[in-house]
C-alpha cells in the first residue's frame, strides 16, 4: 500500500507537481546528508552536495525509471555530488585568521576515529562510498548496487575490498 | 556476524563526529527548489505538445537554466565569510600589490566558479564560447594589472607563483577554446576539469598568500584532510618548519595530478599523454621545490626516499610517454602500474612517514593502500 502511494508520488512528480517531489525527497535529506558528511568530512560542502543533488534529482525525475526505488536514486546522486565536490575541492578553500580547532575530533576517539576517518577518506570514490551507505547508512547490497550501478556481488566485492584496505586502521581483526 | 557488526559500530564512531545536524536544510532545498518549479512544468507542458527537435531545444534550454542553478546554489560557497586577510600593513608598496589581487582576483574566481560552469552546462551554447573569452580576459586583465605594478621584495616568490597560475589558466582557457573550435566537447571538459581542479589550485593559495603576508597561507597539519588555507604563522626559520610544509604542498599538487590521470591513462585515452607530461612537470617542480632546503636530519631517510620515488616517477611517466608515442598498449599498461607503484610505495610512503615522525608508520598488507596509520 505504502509503496504504491510511493509510486504515485513519483508520478505525480514527474508530472511536474513539486508537492509530490518535496514528499518524496524529505525523508531523504537527512540520510542524504548523513551520506554526504561522512564522504566529505566538511559540513558546508555536505549540505552543498546535498542541496545540488535535489536540484538535480528534481530536474531529471524523468530519467527514474518506473519501478526504481527513490532513495537509492538519490543516494546515487548525492554520491556524484561529491565526488564533484572532492574533484573541485578549492571550492572549500577559506580564508580565516587561524587554523579552526572546531574540526578536530572529540579528544576521547582522538586516536583511533581520527585514524580510520582518514583510512576512509584515503579510499577511492567507489569504495567509499559502498562502505558508507552499508556501514554507516545501513543500507541492504541491492540499494546499494541501485545506487552505484554495480551488481550486488561487484558490491560485495568491493566492499571486501574497502574493509581490507582499512584493516590498519580498524581496532576490529578482519575475518 | 559479530565481526562485521563490530566493524560497523567502528566505522560509525569514527564518522559520527563529522555529521553536523543542519536541521535548516530541508528548508533551503525547500527554497531553491520553488526557484526552479516554473521552468520545470512549462517544459513538462510544452514537449509534450512540440516535435521532437523542438522539445530537445526546450530540454536544452531547460538543461541550462538548471544547472545555472545548480551553480547558483553552489556558489554560496563564494559568499562564506572572507574573514581573513588583509595583516594591518603600512608598506604602500604591499598595500598597493594587495589592493590589485584584491581587485581582480574575485572576478577570476567568480567567472571560473559561477559564470562558466553555468553557461557552459550546455557546452554548444554561444554563451559558452562568451564565457570562456569573458573569463579568460579576466585572467588576462590580472596579468597585466601584476605587470604594471611594483612587486615589493617580500612578495617576489608569492608573485612568481601568482604569474604562474595565472599563466597556466590562460592556457588551459585556450585548450578549451580550441576544443569548442573542433567541437571536441569531451576534451573541452576535460580541460575544464583541468581548469578547476589544477590551475586555480595555483592560484587560489598564492592569492591568499598576498592577503595573509605577513603571515603564511597554510593548510593546517592535522585538518583531518580537509583542504582549507588559513592565514598562519610564516614558516619559522627551522628547517622542519620550512621542509614540510613545502613537501606536503606539492605532494597534494602531485598526487592529484596522479589520481586525476588514473582512470584516463587506464582508458588509453588520447589525453593521457598531455596529463602525464604535466604530471611530470609537477614532479620536476618538486624536486626543485624541496633541492635548495635544508633537510631536518630526523626526516634525511625519508627525504631519500622521498627524493629516490620522485626520480622513479619521472622515469615511469617517460616511458608511458614513449609507450603512448609507440602504441605499444602492453607497455603503456605497465608503466601505469609502475607510476601507481611508486606513488604509493615510495613516495606516499616518504609523506607518510615524515607526517608521522616521530612515531612511525603502520604499513598494511595491502600494497596498494594509502591509508596507513602512524603506530601508537
New interface residues.
Partial sequence: MQRAAGMQLVKDAKAGDQTAFELLLRPLIEPGHRFASAMLHDPQAAEDAVQEASIKAWTKLHQLREGTEMRPWFLGIVANQCRSARRQRWWSVIKTAEPERGTEPPPEDAAGGADLRRAIRNLDHRDRTVLILYFYLDLPLQEISAATGSSPAAVRGQLYRAVHKLRPALAVEEA | ME??A???R??????D????P?PW??D???E???G??TR??WE??NSQSLGWSAARAAVAV??IL?VA??FL??S??LT?P????AQPTVDPAVQHYRAVVDENFPVLEHQV?ASLPAACGQVRAPACREQVLKTKEAAQKFQADLSGVSVPPQLQSIDADLRTGLADVVAGLDAMLLDLDHNNYDAFAKDG?AL??VK??EV??AA?AV??WPKAA?E?L???????????EAPSPTSTQRYQPVAYADWGLLRMSIN?TDQICADHSSLCRARTLETKRLSQQFLNDIGPLIVPPQLAPFDGELRQGLHDLIAALDDRVAAIDSGDTNRWDAANVSVDQVKFNVIAKAIEEMACWPKGV?????S???????T?
Fill in positions: 565481526n562485521e563490530r566493524i560497523r567502528e566505522i560509525q564512531q569514527a564518522l563526529p563529522v555529521v553536523r543542519a536544510l530541508a533551503s532545498i525547500r531553491s527548489l520553488g526552479l518549479s520545470r512544468g513538462l507542458v531547460l538543461l538548471a542553478a545548480i546554489v553552489g554560496r560557497a562564506r572572507h574573514e581573513v586577510p566558479v576539469d578547476f581542479s586555480l589550485y587560489y593559495p591568499v592577503d595573509c597554510v593546517p592535522n585538518s583531518e584532510g580537509i583542504f582549507k588555507l588559513v592565514c598562519g586525476s603502520q604499513i598494511g598488507d595491502d596498494s593502500s594509502s591509508a596507513w596509520p602512524c601508537s
